[in-house]
């Protein structure tokens, strides 16, 4: 067993920071991990937060989906671990 098996929490533990960024629930999203090409929502993602930022890991294969940093008034945002992030707009209102 790796280290990363025991210290991770699903990709929901990550919704708070992610809708500092996104007008969408992330979490509810499916996404496809760049690495072995699985897809599923992101709330299946394992997620690291005991660095200075939060880490997402496919749950397949352990490469990283996401990692994200807050630095006083910036977000970092890195999503190259995944090929694409299909987010649901049927639930976001129109602003006209």
Do not use: W
């Amino acid at each position: 067993m790796n280290s990363l098996a025991s210290n991770y929490l699903d990709g929901n533990a990550a919704a708070g920071e992610l809708s500092t960024i996104f007008a969408m629930d992330v979490t509810a999203a499916e996404g496809q991990c760049a690495h072995c090409g699985a897809r599923k929502r992101f709330a299946e993602a394992h997620v690291y937060m005991q660095g200075p930022g939060i880490v997402a890991r496919c749950a397949i294969c352990q490469h990283v989906l996401l990692r994200l940093v807050s630095d006083r008034q910036r977000v970092f945002l890195d999503l190259r671990g995944m090929t694409y992030l299909c987010l649901d707009t049927d639930h976001v209102r129109s602003s006209v």
